[in-house]
Nanobody, 122 residues
Framework: QLQASGGGLVQAGGSLRLSCAAS????????MGWFRQAPGKEREFAAA????????VYADSVKGRFAISRDNTKNTVYLQMNSLKPEDTATYYC?????????????????WGQGTQVTVSS
């Protein structure tokens, strides 16, 4: 089970940190990602992290502004979002998968959190 939190309303240029707490499984076995979905649009990949933070991958739209990390001792993955833009407004979902491949593909993730809303005002 994945539980996302940390969303909210922020002005453009501001920052937020999302958290996703996992329970019920061996967290370190899973590679974790963050996706987002704006109203009327498809869910899109934002970032992913390997089991031990050694490898991270970002969508071009968030590269240099967002940072994904995980703490396996706390069974939690984070998404630090800086320099937020109105186009970052979306519901953000954390997700888990078994292998660190096809990271951009929504269908390859086995586990999903419930989503947390991020709204960036201009």
């Amino acid at each position: 089970q994945l539980q996302a939190s940390g969303g909210g309303l922020v002005q453009a240029g501001g920052s937020l940190r999302l958290s996703c707490a996992a329970s019920g499984r061996i967290f370190s076995d899973y590679k974790m990602g963050w996706f987002r979905q704006a109203p009327g649009k498809e869910r899109e990949f934002a970032a992913a992290v390997s089991w031990n933070n050694d490898n991270t991958v970002y969508a071009d739209s968030v590269k240099g502004r967002f940072a994904i990390s995980r703490d396996n001792t706390k069974n939690t993955v984070y998404l630090q979002m800086n320099s937020l833009k109105p186009e970052d407004t979306a519901t953000y979902y954390c997700a888990g998968k078994h292998y660190f491949v096809y990271l951009f593909d929504v269908s390859t993730y086995a586990y999903w959190g419930q989503g947390t809303q991020v709204t960036v005002s201009s």
